[in-house]
């Protein structure tokens, strides 16, 4: 079982009240489950996103984020998602997040992008929010 969802429209943020509209719709989603990892599925339903939008964007980018492996496809279904968005010329993201798995970097760098961001709690304290007060609105 997987879970996908659009979180906020495709309307572009063009202004502080349309950010704070935004960070609003995403500060107010939950989790419906847990335990399931599909990065394969994830990356299908960006791409199809990606080719169904109404923006014709310079550089289509999609950043995959998580702290588990992929285990609702195989690494081989992975890997042809992954391949499939990279020939389509749209660049691919990794955020680990080291909550368990210490090696997870690793493997969002073997099987998902050349391109890490890698976050451990442990280390590091970090926060992101986009509040009213940051937004200043």
């Known amino acids: 079982m997987f879970y996908k969802a659009k979180i906020i429209a495709d309307n572009g943020v063009c ?3 349309q950010w704070g509209d935004d ?3 995403i500060e107010s989603t939950t989790r419906p489950f847990s335990g399931s990892t599909g990065i394969a599925n994830a990356i299908d339903f960006a791409v199809n996103l990606l080719n169904t939008n109404d923006y014709d964007g310079t550089r289509r980018v999609i950043d995959i984020s998580g702290d588990g492996v992929e285990n609702v ?3 081989d279904g992975l890997k042809t998602a992954r391949d ?3 020939q389509a010329g ?3 993201n ?3 997040i080291l909550t368990g798995d210490p090696d997870l970097d ?3 760098q073997r099987m998902i992008s050349q ?3 890698t976050l451990s709690p442990k280390k590091l304290d970090v926060k992101l929010s986009l509040t009213n007060q940051s937004l200043n609105r």
Do not use: E
């Open 90 to 92: 749209i660049i691919i």
């Open 23 to 25: 960070a609003d719709a």
């Open 73 to 75: 496809s195989s690494d």
């Open 15 to 17: 202004d502080r009240k």
């Open 94 to 96: 990794g955020l680990p």
């Open 84 to 86: 499939n968005a990279v």
């Open 106 to 108: 690793d493997y969002y």
């Open 115 to 117: 391109t890490l961001v």
